[in-house]
T-cell receptor, first 114, second 114 residues
Framework: KAGVTQTPRYLIKTRGQQVTLSCSPI?????VSWYQQTPGQGLQFLFE???????NKGNFPGRFSGRQFSNSRSEMNVSTLELGDSALYLC?????????????FGPGTRLTVL | AQSVSQHNHHVILSEAASLELGCNYS??????LFWYVQYPGQHLQLLLK??????LVKGIKGFEAEFIKSKFSFNLRKPSVQWSDTAEYFC????????????FGTGTSLTVIP
């Protein structure tokens, strides 16, 4: 089975711009979670989607949003980028939501905000 | 505040030394517990997990972890490390009474000297 894929792998944006990141889960997985990874904060949960519905949301501002499509692919959007948004954004998929199954992580998208 | 604590931020060991990485969490109720590893240049992958049953769980590459409920701990161990174990290790907790979110520790960087 192919693993979790994320596109693009690297992005450079400037402050004030917006960005959309994409995640394709493992075939058959219907749950997709997003995380922000930074050296100081580690991995922080952004949100989780299952069957096109957001099930959980972490403690991030409304500039961070996401959605999931009927084929389980998910996108994450960050509007009005700030320097502090520079991070590795990780997507993880699982068969079922809510931690009842192992999450499989993608390679991440490295976002740099200048 | 609820959290996942990994007390060892950086660990340096010689090959064949024994390893124990601490993980403590502060969530009550039922939890699922995980250790993930991130090798240099690679994405996060699961080392082992605990959902229920025997509190001593064995994972890949000779790693094991013990869930001690009374201590809210899930420490990772390996009797004899190898140079190839050099990586960052993350403890994660899925707390079922907090909306099933995943909470990650900030990670422990392990360097094994040949």
């Amino acid at each position: 089975k192919a693993g979790v894929t994320q596109t693009p792998r690297y992005l450079i944006k400037t402050r004030g711009q917006q960005v959309t990141l994409s995640c394709s889960p493992i075939s058959g997985h219907r749950s997709v979670s997003w995380y922000q990874q930074t050296p100081g904060q580690g991995l922080q949960f952004l949100f989780e989607y299952f069957s096109e519905t957001q099930r959980n949301k972490g403690n991030f501002p409304g500039r961070f949003s996401g959605r999931q499509f009927s084929n389980s692919r998910s996108e994450m959007n960050v509007s009005t980028l700030e320097l502090g948004d520079s991070a590795l954004y990780l997507c993880a998929s699982s068969l079922v939501p809510g931690g009842r199954d192992t999450q499989y992580f993608g390679p991440g998208t490295r976002l740099t905000v200048l | 505040a609820q959290s996942v604590s990994q007390h060892n931020h950086h660990v340096i060991l010689s090959e064949a030394a024994s390893l124990e990485l601490g993980c403590n969490y502060s969530y009550g109720g039922t939890v699922n517990l995980f250790w993930y590893v991130q090798y240099p240049g690679q994405h996060l992958q699961l080392l082992l997990k605990y959902f229920s049953g025997d509190p001593l769980v064995k994972g890949i590459k000779g790693f094991e972890a013990e869930f001690i409920k009374s201590k809210f701990s899930f420490n990772l161990r390996k009797p004899s490390v190898q140079w190839s174990d050099t990586a960052e290790y993350f403890c994660a907790v899925n707390a079922l009474n907090t909306g099933n979110q995943f909470y990650f520790g900030t990670g422990t960087s392990l360097t094994v000297i040949p």
